[in-house]
C-alpha cells in the first residue's frame, strides 16, 4: 500500500466507537480505506473494514477496553498492512470547539488546554476526542492533528438565530445555538454545487441529516441561516436515542418525583431517549420499521420521528421565506424511502411532491417533476471533507 503521495488518516470518535477512513492525496483525494471499531469497553470490541473491493472488506475482534487501547489497536493493525505506517497527518471530527473554535486548525499544546476546558460543553463527545488525540501524539510524536469542528458550517448563522431566550449574562459563558452536522452539510452543499450549479445551490435549501443523530439546516445563498440543534447535539429533532427539544421543566419534575440527579437526566435525555425510549426495543430505524406491524411502539415512535422532522420543515420554510431544494442525506435520510415518503406527506402546499418510483429507487432526484421543489438524495461525506481541511490546513496537496 506503500506511495509517494501523502496519506491522510480521519477519526471520528464516538462514545463507544471510532470511525476512520484513510485517504491519499495527490491530483484528486482518494478513499483507500474506512471502517470503524464498535463497542469499546466491551468483551464485544470488534473492527469493521470497507476497502476498495469486496475482498478487502472483513471484520474481526480487538481488544479495545478503552478509547487509548482501540486506537492502538487500528494503528498496530495499519502499520502492518502499510509495511510501516505511512500517514502524513491525522484529522479529527471535534464536535465542539464553543466560542472560540471555528475554523480547522493544527492542532497544538495550547489548543489542547483550550479543548479540556471545554469539555463541559460537550461531555459526551469531547473527552473521548481529546484522549485519542493525546494518544496519538504519545505513539507518534511530532505527527501532525489537525482538529475539524462540527459546528463551523452555522458559524455565520444570523445573530437571532443564534441567541437563546435565556438570561443575557449567559451568552458570556458560550451559551447560545451551536448546531452541529457542519462538516456534513459543507459536504452537502459543495455536492449540490456540482449537481444544480452554484444559482440554484444558492436557493433557498433545507438540508436534512437524518441518521442516528438527526438535524435540519436552513441554508441561503450559500449561507445558514438556521438548524436545528442547539447548545448540544441533544436539542431538535427526535434521534436513535435523544431526545430532542422537550419541556425544560421536565429536569425539575423528575427531579421531585424521582430524585433524577442533573447527571442522570443528562444520560436519559441522550442515551435512553428519542426511538429507543419510545419504542422500548431499539434505536435502529431499520429495525423499526420491520416490527411497526406487530409493535404499535414502534409504529408511534417512527410516526414521531416523521411528524416532528416535517414540522421542522415547516419552520424553516418560513424561516427561509420558501424552498427551493430540500435535500436527505445520513443513513436513514440516504437508505429509507419510506421515511422519506413519511415526512413529505401532506407537504405538497410548499411544492414538495414525491415521485414514489424514484423514491423507492434513491434516485438522485426523487421529486415529482411538476413539483415546485427539487428533492434529492445526496450521500453525505464528512471523512472526505476533514482530508480536504487537513489538506487545506497543512499544504499537502490538491483538495
Same mark, same amino acid.
Given at each position: 500500500?506503500?506511495?509517494?503521495?501523502?496519506?491522510?488518516?480521519?477519526?471520528?470518535?464516538?462514545?463507544?466507537?471510532?470511525?476512520?477512513?484513510?485517504?491519499?492525496?495527490?491530483?484528486?483525494?482518494?478513499?483507500?480505506?474506512?471502517?470503524?471499531?464498535?463497542?469499546?469497553?466491551?468483551?464485544?470490541?470488534?473492527?469493521?473494514?470497507?476497502?476498495?473491493?469486496?475482498?478487502?472488506?472483513?471484520?474481526?475482534?480487538?481488544?479495545?477496553?478503552?478509547?487509548?487501547?482501540?486506537?492502538?489497536?487500528?494503528?498496530?493493525?495499519?502499520?502492518?498492512?502499510?509495511?510501516?505506517?505511512?500517514?502524513?497527518?491525522? &484529522?479529527? *471530527?471535534?464536535?465542539?470547539?464553543? %466560542?472560540?473554535?471555528?475554523?480547522?486548525?493544527?492542532? /497544538?499544546? $495550547? +489548543?489542547?488546554?483550550?479543548?479540556?476546558?471545554?469539555?463541559?460543553?460537550?461531555?459526551?463527545?469531547?473527552?473521548?476526542?481529546?484522549?485519542?488525540?493525546?494518544?496519538?501524539?504519545?505513539?507518534?510524536?511530532?505527527?501532525?492533528?489537525?482538529?475539524?469542528?462540527?459546528?463551523?458550517?452555522?458559524?455565520?448563522?444570523?445573530?437571532?438565530?443564534?441567541?437563546?431566550?435565556?438570561?443575557?449574562?449567559?451568552?458570556?459563558?458560550?451559551?447560545?445555538?451551536?448546531?452541529?452536522?457542519?462538516?456534513?452539510?459543507?459536504?452537502?452543499?459543495?455536492?449540490?454545487?456540482?449537481?444544480?450549479?452554484?444559482?440554484?445551490?444558492?436557493?433557498?435549501?433545507?438540508?436534512?441529516?437524518?441518521?442516528?443523530?438527526?438535524?435540519?439546516?436552513?441554508?441561503?445563498?450559500?449561507?445558514?441561516?438556521?438548524?436545528?440543534?442547539?447548545?448540544?447535539?441533544?436539542?431538535?429533532?427526535?434521534? &436513535?436515542? *435523544?431526545?430532542?427539544?422537550?419541556? %425544560?421543566?421536565?429536569?425539575?419534575?423528575?427531579?421531585? /418525583?424521582? $430524585? +433524577?440527579?442533573?447527571?442522570?437526566?443528562?444520560?436519559?435525555?441522550?442515551?435512553?431517549?428519542?426511538?429507543?425510549?419510545?419504542?422500548?426495543?431499539?434505536?435502529?430505524?431499520?429495525?423499526?420499521?420491520?416490527?411497526?406491524?406487530?409493535?404499535?411502539?414502534?409504529?408511534?415512535?417512527?410516526?414521531?420521528?416523521?411528524?416532528?422532522?416535517?414540522?421542522?420543515?415547516?419552520?424553516?420554510?418560513?424561516?427561509?421565506?420558501?424552498?427551493?431544494?430540500?435535500?436527505?442525506?445520513?443513513?436513514?435520510?440516504?437508505?429509507?424511502?419510506?421515511?422519506?415518503?413519511?415526512?413529505?406527506?401532506?407537504?405538497?402546499?410548499?411544492?414538495?411532491?414525491?415521485?414514489?418510483?424514484?423514491?423507492?429507487?434513491?434516485?438522485?432526484?426523487?421529486?415529482?417533476?411538476?413539483?415546485?421543489?427539487?428533492?434529492?438524495?445526496?450521500?453525505?461525506?464528512?471523512?472526505?471533507?476533514?482530508?480536504?481541511?487537513?489538506?487545506?490546513?497543512?499544504?499537502?496537496?490538491?483538495?
Amino acid at each position: 500500500m506503500k506511495s509517494a503521495n501523502p496519506r491522510i488518516l480521519t477519526i471520528n470518535g464516538g462514545s463507544s466507537s471510532i470511525k476512520f477512513a484513510l485517504f491519499e492525496t495527490g491530483e484528486a483525494v482518494t478513499r483507500l480505506m474506512g471502517g470503524v471499531i464498535e463497542q469499546i469497553g466491551s468483551p464485544q470490541a470488534n473492527l469493521r473494514v470497507k476497502g476498495l473491493t469486496p475482498a478487502d472488506n472483513f471484520s474481526k475482534p480487538v481488544t479495545a477496553p478503552d478509547h487509548a487501547a482501540a486506537i492502538s489497536a487500528l494503528m498496530e493493525w495499519l502499520e502492518k498492512i502499510d509495511g510501516g505506517l505511512t500517514v502524513a497527518a491525522v &484529522g479529527h *471530527r471535534v464536535v465542539h470547539g464553543g %466560542p472560540h473554535y471555528w475554523e480547522p486548525q493544527h492542532i /497544538t499544546p $495550547q +489548543m489542547m488546554g483550550s479543548l479540556r476546558a471545554l469539555m463541559p460543553f460537550s461531555p459526551q463527545h469531547l473527552p473521548q476526542e481529546i484522549l485519542l488525540m493525546e494518544a496519538l501524539e504519545s505513539r507518534y510524536p511530532g505527527l501532525p492533528q489537525v482538529a475539524c469542528f462540527d459546528t463551523a458550517f452555522h458559524r455565520e448563522m444570523p445573530r437571532v438565530a443564534r441567541q437563546l431566550p435565556i438570561p443575557r449574562r449567559y451568552e458570556e459563558l458560550g451559551v447560545r445555538r451551536y448546531g452541529f452536522h457542519g462538516l456534513s452539510y459543507a459536504f452537502l452543499m459543495s455536492e449540490l454545487v456540482s449537481q444544480v450549479g452554484t444559482k440554484a445551490a444558492h436557493g433557498k435549501v433545507i438540508l436534512a441529516h437524518l441518521g442516528n443523530g438527526a438535524s435540519m439546516a436552513a441554508v441561503h445563498n450559500g449561507k445558514p441561516v438556521d438548524t436545528s440543534m442547539g447548545f448540544t447535539p441533544a436539542s431538535g429533532l427526535p434521534m &436513535g436515542t *435523544r431526545c430532542g427539544d422537550i419541556d %425544560p421543566g421536565l429536569m425539575s419534575f423528575l427531579a421531585r /418525583t424521582e $430524585q +433524577m440527579s442533573a447527571q442522570q437526566f443528562d444520560d436519559m435525555a441522550n442515551t435512553q431517549s428519542g426511538l429507543l425510549g419510545l419504542s422500548e426495543t431499539s434505536s435502529d430505524m431499520r429495525e423499526l420499521l420491520i416490527l411497526e406491524s406487530q409493535d404499535v411502539r414502534a409504529a408511534e415512535a417512527i410516526e414521531l420521528f416523521c411528524y416532528q422532522a416535517r414540522k421542522w420543515i415547516g419552520a424553516f420554510a418560513a424561516a427561509l421565506g420558501g424552498v427551493d431544494q430540500l435535500v436527505f442525506s445520513g443513513g436513514v435520510g440516504e437508505n429509507s424511502s419510506l421515511v422519506r415518503a413519511r415526512i413529505c406527506d401532506g407537504l405538497g402546499f410548499l411544492g414538495i411532491e414525491i415521485d414514489q418510483q424514484r423514491n423507492l429507487a434513491n434516485a438522485p432526484l426523487i421529486s415529482e417533476e411538476s413539483g415546485g421543489v427539487d428533492v434529492r438524495v445526496i450521500r453525505t461525506d464528512e471523512e472526505l471533507m476533514i482530508a480536504r481541511s487537513v489538506i487545506e490546513v497543512l499544504g499537502l496537496g490538491l483538495a
